[in-house]
């Protein structure tokens, strides 16, 4: 896809993840727009996938470590034909496949259940490590936020991930600074983040997380690392695209309400009709 589809095409997810969250009255909003460009970019030009097939065995794998930002992760799969997109109306419901966070067992697509931080990364080193052991060609990635990095779990795999030289494994970290109390620094700085990666032994890459030219080189750039693993640091907005809540820690798990959800999506809209000019 050009970077103008791609552009559109993550419009549309983050149209998605604001209907999916109004829909459920509860969830994430906030990361998940501000990583609606790494999904959009995953799902539509860098995994190796196939909706009509989802278990083919030769997928590449994606795991959701900051598993409640689910409504993204969805909204990218339903753009992308693993199941219909009034689906995501339903986000939450009683009965839905769409839970708050993912299930592998009902969603298509989705190769791993999680929502408790820290443990997302260390499942995706393990499906590494097996491509690995068993001569397997497929990729993994897996998308972790700058919050998320306070867990010690996450240090203990990228420290297994380099000792096993899993350059299989491509690490992406939503940098939006912001987690559900406030800033990263306030609540536990992980700060300096790609020295600490660096020093775990992981080829880093820092890019802007909403331009596709810089997602584009990163991801091309870690297919070409060979002996070690790669982590994608990407620099992001909270709430990308809505206005009001760009930037706002209370957006983290705070769904619109009637009024709210029109004003985002007339925004989105008109971001949409502007894209279309170009």
Same mark, same amino acid.
């Given at each position: 896809?050009?970077? /103008? &589809?791609?552009?559109?095409?993550?419009?549309?997810?983050?149209?998605?993840?604001?209907?999916?969250? $109004?829909?459920?009255?509860?969830?994430?909003?906030?990361?998940?727009?501000?990583?609606?460009?790494?999904?959009?970019?995953?799902?539509?030009?860098?995994?190796?996938?196939?909706?009509?097939?989802?278990?083919?065995? =030769?997928?590449?794998?994606?795991?959701? %470590?900051?598993?409640?930002?689910?409504?993204?992760?969805?909204?990218?799969?339903?753009?992308?034909?693993?199941? +219909?997109?009034?689906?995501?109306? @339903?986000?939450?419901?009683?009965? %839905? $496949?769409?839970?708050?966070? +993912? *299930?592998?067992?009902?969603? +298509?697509?989705? =190769?791993?259940? %999680?929502?408790?931080?820290?443990?997302?990364?260390?499942?995706?080193?393990?499906?590494?490590?097996?491509?690995?052991?068993?001569?397997?060609?497929?990729?993994?990635?897996? /998308?972790?936020?700058?919050?998320?990095?306070? &867990?010690?779990?996450?240090?203990?795999?990228?420290?297994?991930? %380099?000792? #096993?030289?899993?350059?299989? /494994? *491509?690490?992406?970290?939503?940098?939006?600074?912001?987690?559900?109390?406030? @800033?990263?620094?306030?609540?536990?700085? !992980?700060? !300096?983040?790609?020295?600490?990666?660096?020093?775990?032994?992981?080829?880093?890459?820092?890019?802007?997380?909403? =331009?596709?030219? &810089?997602?584009?080189?990163?991801?091309?750039?870690?297919?070409?690392?060979?002996?070690? +693993?790669?982590?994608?640091?990407?620099?992001?907005?909270?709430? #990308?695209?809505?206005?009001?809540?760009?930037?706002?820690?209370?957006?983290?798990?705070?769904? !619109?309400?009637?009024?709210?959800?029109?004003?985002?999506?007339?925004?989105?809209? #008109?971001?949409?009709?502007?894209? *279309?000019?170009?």
């Amino acid at each position: 896809m050009t970077n /103008l &589809e791609l552009q559109k095409t993550a419009n549309e997810v983050r149209k998605s993840i604001v209907t999916a969250v $109004h829909s459920a009255k509860s969830g994430h909003p906030g990361g998940s727009l501000s990583a609606a460009d790494a999904f959009t970019y995953l799902y539509f030009e860098e995994l190796n996938i196939d909706p009509k097939d989802p278990k083919k065995a =030769d997928r590449d794998r994606f795991v959701l %470590s900051k598993g409640h930002t689910a409504p993204g992760l969805y909204a990218a799969l339903a753009e992308r034909g693993f199941f +219909p997109k009034e689906d995501l109306t @339903t986000l939450r419901h009683i009965g %839905s $496949h769409l839970q708050g966070h +993912p *299930c592998m067992q009902h969603t +298509p697509g989705l =190769d791993m259940s %999680s929502g408790s931080l820290g443990q997302g990364i260390s499942a995706a080193v393990g499906m590494a490590l097996s491509a690995k052991t068993f001569g397997d060609s497929y990729r993994v990635y897996t /998308l972790l936020g700058d919050g998320e990095l306070q &867990e010690g779990q996450v240090w203990e795999a990228s420290m297994f991930a %380099s000792a #096993k030289k899993l350059d299989n /494994l *491509c690490v992406i970290v939503d940098n939006n600074n912001l987690q559900i109390d406030g @800033t990263i620094e306030e609540v536990n700085s !992980p700060y !300096p983040i790609p020295e600490k990666f660096t020093a775990f032994g992981f080829h880093v890459i820092s890019v802007n997380g909403h =331009d596709f030219d &810089e997602l584009r080189a990163a991801f091309d750039e870690a297919k070409t690392i060979k002996g070690q +693993p790669t982590a994608i640091i990407m620099k992001t907005v909270k709430g #990308k695209g809505v206005s009001f809540m760009e930037n706002n820690a209370s957006w983290h798990g705070t769904a !619109p309400n009637d009024e709210q959800y029109a004003t985002a999506m007339a925004e989105l809209e #008109k971001a949409g009709e502007a894209l *279309c000019q170009k």
